[in-house]
């Protein structure tokens, strides 16, 4: 778990040079790169430093819309940060993984307009408290509101983060082709193990507990 900046893959790609100048100039021009790291801060989209290989240079805090990964994209086309991000950060301890199952699948992004956007899987942003000696002020680990960003490389040019609940993934090997549409309810419990009022070893000092010879019998 990483506090406030972890590492990313080094995605290849291109910087909106408009993004470069603080939107002064550079509209429809673009800059190759690679990426870097993110940086979460709570309650702001997501932060992507990326490496300038034509100046040698480090340029940070810019949010995924920045980003494209090809340049024959007509600028109309380029849907907007909250289309491609809807949550901001959760909080300032994240961690960066690449599921293994999912890698590379092909996905359908459900967008604010209704509509499904194809991509690929690249790999998941999440986040959690990870200090007990502050003060929680997140939702990061409340059930109901915890989003993880599912980073997907869509077909449009664009890259996306997306929670699970608006991405379909598809294997050709194990996703049958009449697909359901999801109708669950999400997750409002916290689901814990241990109830000393029903079960407790605390009276124990033998090494497998309670458990006697007869019951191997």
Known sequence: MSYLVANLPPIQCYIRKEYLYDFQ???GEYEPCYWVSVKSIKGRA???ESYLTNYGACYDKLPIS????KTDIEEGDLLPLDFLEIWDA???NIT???KELLFGMDTKVYMKDKKFYDGVYMFTIDSCHSDPNELNTTLS???????SFNIIKLDNGQFAAQPNNRVLFYDQSLTPSGLRIPDFKVSTEEFYCEDSTKWSVGDEDNFFYDIK???FA
């Open 25 to 27: 100039k550079g509209h």
């Open 141 to 147: 680990e409340t059930p109901n509101e915890h989003k």
């Open 46 to 48: 997501l932060y992507i």
């Open 90 to 92: 959760f909080s300032y």
């Open 96 to 98: 960066v993984i690449k």
């Open 66 to 69: 920045a980003y494209v990964w």
């Open 213 to 215: 010879d007869k019951d």
